[in-house]
């Protein structure tokens, strides 16, 4: 059984079209998946492989949720990772324009964010001056909360330290029931 599914879309300044989201090759297990279109929506040989980027980071389960472009062209994918045990990470690779991992972004290319047992990183936005943020959630899960989230990088991936906590803020909106 195969699945896939695109959840991340941007339009370069030439008109190709990038896209994220995940493969699967089993019905339990996915890799990040990037692909770019030519403007006439054939896929751009020029990328990855063949047009497709499949990424596997963890081994169990990989998904890309958003993407953005850098100013130099670099993709950037926010969306997470899982473990065989269901510990979900919050994950932000960055690509090349040609679809290579960037190994001097992060950590060999990648960071990811381990807080709790379920953090995800859901969208990505990059500002002006190159800092990043993920925005996401973070928390224990069911039954217990799951909190919203961001994190803010320098353009090397590594944590801005004069945001929030460590690069990292995080906050509650109280329960309806605590409201009336």
């Given amino acids: 059984v195969r699945s896939s599914a695109f959840k991340g879309i ?24 990037v692909v770019r279109f030519n403007a006439d929506g054939t896929l751009d040989p020029t990328f990855a492989d063949g047009g497709i980027l499949k990424y596997n980071y963890g081994n169990v389960d990989d998904e890309g949720w958003d993407l953005k472009l850098t100013p130099d062209g670099s993709i950037l994918v926010a969306g997470m990772t899982a473990t065989a045990s ?38 990505v936005e990059v500002m002006s001056d190159g800092t990043i943020i993920l925005g996401g959630s973070s928390g224990v899960g069911p039954p217990g909360q799951i909190d919203l ?32």
């Fill in 149 to 180: 989230a961001v994190w803010k990088y320098l353009p090397d991936g590594s944590p801005d330290m004069t945001f929030g906590t460590n690069g990292f803020a995080q906050h509650m909106i109280p329960s309806y029931y605590s409201l009336i």
């Fill in 86 to 123: 269901y510990n979900y990470s919050a994950l932000l690779a960055k690509f090349t324009s040609a679809g290579d991992l960037d190994s001097t972004f992060g950590t060999a290319g990648t960071v990811e964010e381990d807080l709790a047992a379920m953090d995800y990183g859901c969208n």
């Fill in 10 to 33: 941007v339009v370069q300044l030439d008109g190709k079209i990038l896209a994220s989201g995940e493969f699967g090759n089993t019905e339990l297990w996915w890799v990040m998946l």
